[in-house]
T-cell receptor
């Protein structure tokens, strides 16, 4: 059974600082890894999807890397803004379903 | 396309009552998933449909839970004899289908509170 862990559980940074969010997974035989954003009481917004054959994906200020051999993915958010405050979830897929971590709650202080 | 929609967005019910939630996927998607998220946790997989066929049910889906997708379009999730432990956010997602994995798109969720 795939186990996904996200550390830290919470993070507070001043505006403008770069964010580094970590995700680890136990079963390296994944199809891909997705990063999501969740605002309080809301659904999930997909940020980036990295295929198992890829090493990284980029979208604007977001960059996600994937190291299958070590079972790790990292989400980088450059030049953080207060609007980036949310919970960030990573999810690994070994088949058709996603296994999620518990998330990292980010607060960006103005 | 307006994305995945879920109704109702919020449901408060008394313990022992039955509740039903609806999910409308993105129109061309033939796969539909249900997940449950409790406070402070990530979503957990409940069940999955390919067209109208329910192909997997998690052990989390007790016999009080039933899901249907009668015409391969919208889906319903019913919980019978609700318990306080059923209080959670119920999330629906859809994707294209075929061999392998396709990106899943999530709806806004239905928040259930059992009093």
């Amino acid at each position: 059974k795939q186990e996904v862990t996200q550390i830290p559980a919470a993070l507070s940074v001043p505006e403008g600082e770069n964010l580094v969010l970590n995700c680890s997974f136990t079963d390296s035989a994944i199809y891909n890894l997705q990063w999501f954003r969740q605002d309080p009481g809301k659904g999930l917004t997909s940020l980036l999807l990295i295929q198992s054959s890829q090493r990284e994906q980029t979208s604007g200020r977001l960059n996600a890397s994937l190291d299958k051999s070590s079972g790790r993915s990292t989400l980088y958010i450059a030049a953080s803004q207060p609007g980036d405050s949310a919970t960030y979830l990573c999810a690994a897929s070994n088949d058709y379903k996603l296994s999620f971590g518990a998330g990292t709650t980010v607060t960006v202080r103005a | 396309d307006t994305g995945v929609s879920q109704n109702p967005r919020h449901k408060i019910t008394k313990r022992g009552q039955n509740v039903t939630f609806r999910c409308d996927p993105i129109s061309e998607h033939n796969r539909l998933y249900w997940y449950r998220q409790t406070l402070g946790q990530g979503p957990e997989f409940l069940t999955y449909f390919q067209n109208e066929a329910q192909l997997e049910k998690s052990r989390l889906l007790s016999d009080r839970f039933s899901a249907e997708r009668p015409k391969g379009s919208f889906s319903t999730l019913e919980i019978q004899r609700t318990e306080q432990g059923d209080s959670a956010m119920y999330l629906c997602a859809s994707s294209l289908g075929g061999a392998g994995f396709y990106e899943q798109y999530f709806g806004p969720g239905t928040r259930l509170t059992v009093t």
